[in-house]
């Protein structure tokens, strides 16, 4: 048989592997919940709490271009209301508002690859890749489509640090 002390410092070593084990869970758990909380508190480009403009994000992406949305068809997302033409679109973006949902929180592209924020014009807007980029104006979108990959690097490079509540 094991002696006493033996088993008391077993014991007392599965206790503190226990505890041990708990604060890294823990630990983990804090990282998972403020990576959650940064991601729900994303900057999104909204006038009145109304996300582009009231402009249809999906509208964007069929031939129709840049329509305005309902006050009657919308959808809470990342704190901002989006407004939709039809409730079919708005069911593509409640699958997949990531995938629709303007760049750099919908602020002017252009001015994100230049670090900064700015409003967009809802008719002043690009499709690369998929993705929806808006614009200050017509002037400043023709100047952003000049060079648009570098801009697009420059944009996604400057992104996580405009990107602060």
């Known amino acids: 048989s094991e002696p006493l002390s033996g088993r008391i410092l077993q014991l007392l070593s599965h206790v503190y592997y226990e505890t041990h084990m708990k604060k890294i869970l823990y630990f983990i758990l804090i990282i998972i919940g403020l990576s959650i909380q940064s991601l729900s508190a994303a900057t999104v480009n909204t006038a009145d709490g109304i996300a582009i403009n009231g402009y249809d994000p999906v509208a964007y992406f069929s031939d129709k271009g840049p329509i305005p949305g309902s006050k009657d068809i919308t959808y809470e997302w990342m704190q901002a209301t989006w407004r939709f033409a039809s409730e079919e679109n708005k069911s593509k973006f409640i699958e997949d508002p990531q995938h629709y949902a ?64």
């Open 102 to 165: 303007p760049q750099y929180g919908g602020y002017c592209a252009y001015a994100a690859s230049k670090g900064s924020l700015a409003p967009v014009h809802p008719y002043a807007y690009d499709i690369v890749d998929g993705k929806l980029y808006l614009n200050f104006s017509d002037e400043v979108n023709n100047r952003w489509l000049s060079d648009r990959d570098q801009y697009i690097r420059q944009g996604d490079a400057n992104w996580p640090r405009l990107n602060k509540p």
